[in-house]
């Protein structure tokens, strides 16, 4: 599950070796931990990719959610997926939804979707190309922003899962509880280590927006994904997520060795 790559000069075998880059949220052992730490709080699970064929309906105003990173029917980036798989993959069992997927983009409707598309969507996940499909989708969309404004605010790999799991559960729009707003409310009580501040303190105001974003809506107003994990990991001053990972979400523990 890919990083960024940049290409580099080849320098002469006397010059001197540039130092190691920090390790960061895309490191794979570290993504492999952010993709738990994330299945613990969608699904339940740190089986993350047992979650490829998850869909229900969970009452939030979203449609449907499903797959690795829950998209949502009602939030376009179910359709984008679907898209791409079709692109990559024409025919496939869930290409005939893409009209409904359309019509119903911005509100909860399962109008044209049932009573099948839970079944097809289930079908779809044994499929390698639509596994990849999902990965690819979660990178461009959620994983790969969340990690370059992390790095670009001097964050370590904690700072950058916290803002991962933020802009997974409240997307990027423009509204006041998503993930750049949440950023914008941190900011005007703490400047981020890229700009001089103490990364603790940081992350705890951003922390503290998080928990208010997640306050103004019902479904996401059980705060334990921050309260019971991320800050636990921030008191013990784990900033690079090393194991042993001892956390909780919704009364349950979970364990990362």
């Known amino acids: 599950m890919g990083a960024a790559t940049c290409g580099a000069l080849l320098s002469s075998p006397r010059a001197a070796a540039a130092p190691a880059a920090a390790v960061g949220l895309d490191d794979p052992a570290k993504k492999e931990i952010a993709m738990k730490l994330v299945s613990s709080a969608e699904n ?5 990719k047992a979650q490829y064929k998850y869909i229900e ?6 449609g449907y959610t499903a797959g690795i990173i829950g998209f949502c029917s009602g939030t376009g980036d179910m359709l984008d997926l679907v898209e791409l798989y079709t692109d990559r993959k024409p025919g496939n069992v869930l290409a ?7 019509r119903v983009d911005g509100t909860d409707s399962h109008a044209g979707l049932d ?3 839970p079944d097809d969507w289930r079908k779809a996940a044994r499929d390698t190309a639509f596994q990849q499909a999902q990965n690819d989708e979660r990178d461009r969309v959620y994983f790969n922003p969340a990690v370059k404004q992390g790095k670009a ?3 370590r790999v904690l700072g950058q899962f916290a803002y991962y799991d933020a802009i997974v559960m409240h997307g990027d729009g423009g509204d006041a509880t998503s993930f750049s707003s949440i950023r914008r409310r941190a900011l005007r009580q703490a400047k981020p280590p890229a700009q001089g501040g103490d990364e603790t303190t940081y992350l705890n105001a951003f922390l503290d927006a998080r928990v208010w974003a997640m306050k103004q809506e ?3 107003s059980d705060t334990s994904r921050v309260d019971t994990a991320q800050r636990v990991f921030l008191r013990k001053g784990n900033f690079d997520l090393n194991p042993p990972l001892d956390w909780k979400v919704y009364g349950d523990s979970y364990h990362i060795g």
């Open 57 to 62: 309906d969970i009452g939030d105003g979203r």
């Open 218 to 220: 019902e479904a996401h």
């Open 153 to 155: 605010d001097g964050l």
């Open 96 to 102: 005939r939804y893409l009209p409904a997927l359309r």
């Open 44 to 48: 339940s699970s740190l089986d993350w």
């Open 115 to 117: 009573p099948n598309f």
